[in-house]
């Protein structure tokens, strides 16, 4: 059974009740990431998820991991480009533990002097293993070259720079203004009383809430653009990525999307394995997918080789999206893409974790409860043409590019990528 409760202060619960379980999933999303960052901030949402759990007014950061401990339950967090998520998994009768323990980071996290100086040396580490990261920076500079000079194109840990010379206040501020209910989401799936849980909301999130009913800062809109960026390294392998922009979270194509990237670079039976990986043997990891956020979507091939592969790789890549221009999808790599689609809806559900994401994120960012059926229902009703149409839509637009790996000959060949 679904629930969903929009408090006076404009914080929203919605819960997924799962009575055959015995534990429950705890979310607090917030609506903040990079796309509300700006050059100067770019990171700030990243390291505030680090710092709310060094302390509060009444816990320590070792009394944080201590009480989680205690029951048994486990508390993490993640930051993604549009969104911050604070989370645990607990047995349902320390659901009032973990929501007491969540409530006290998000409203009293104190941002101590002394942490904040040791944390800032873990994200900073962080961000230079996501240097030595080949694949996070391809996947970080294609963002950039698709979003250039806007707040999407950012990286989600910032820079080095801005860490470092970060303070206390600019930190608190930069929480206080975009941690506010009305971009806040409280997630819930699993074993709950519905109405025990309405009253712990109440208790630790929304009589804490400001009730001024603030609205949160919109994102902006985006313009695509096509980029071509690269980073040399001395590494053995190159990392070749194209992206075109695509459709946003509001879109009704997104399931035909989805199929699209499926067929073209999903499964081992995907046209991009089949073509680079099975046939030539050039590649162990090539792969097509799709990102959405509110006002704009990405459609992205990732391939990594040698380098001395570049450029047969790339014109295998060309070859085989003309030839899916011309000639379109069969019924088979339909019938296929939906069946895996749908059972992959299947599998989510039988994790709270994951639903308990689904959840927060269509409501946090659609404002809608997450139907499981009416998805499935949508996949079900794509055709042939749809793709097709979404595919002509997509891949004959101009399309961003980048390269991670060692200076040699062609190097560039990904961006010269073309299929009109």
Known sequence: MDFYKQYPSGLRLVAKQLNNFYTVSLGVFVGVGCVKED???????????????KGTDKRSCLQISEEIDDIGANINAYTSKDSTCFY?????????????????????????????EREKGVVIEEIKMCEDTPD???????????????????????SIKNIKYSDRHSILNFKNKHYIPTSTVISVCGKFDFDELDKLVDKYFEQHCDKSLTLPEPEPQVNYTSKFLHSFKPIEQSHLQLAWGGYSL????????????????????????????EQNGLAYSV??????????????IY???????????????EQELVKLLDSGITERELARARIQAINALYMNVESNMTLMRLYGRSMLKLNELFNVENDIAKYKAVTVEDVNSIARHILTKPHASAYVGPKVDGYDCVSKVAVK
């Open 250 to 277: 509001k879109d009704s194509e997104r399931c035909a999307n989805n199929m699209l990237a499926s067929i073209l670079g999903g499964g081992l039976s995907s046209r991009l394995n089949q073509v680079i990986r």
């Open 287 to 300: 792969y097509a997918y799709p990102s959405y956020y509110t006002n704009s979507g990405t459609f992205e």
């Open 136 to 158: 996070d920076v391809s996947q970080d500079l294609i963002s950039q070259a698709l979003y250039y000079k806007q707040s999407l194109g950012q990286t989600i840990l910032g």
């Open 88 to 116: 645990t998994k607990s047995s349902s009768e320390d659901m009032e533990k973990c929501m007491d323990v969540l409530s006290d980071m998000y409203f009293n996290a104190s941002v101590p002097e002394d942490e904040l």
């Open 39 to 53: 050059a100067s901030t770019n990171g700030y949402s990243h390291f505030i998820e680090h710092l709310v759990f």
């Open 303 to 317: 391939v990594g080789l040698s380098p001395e592969n570049n450029e047969k790789a790339c014109s295998l890549i």
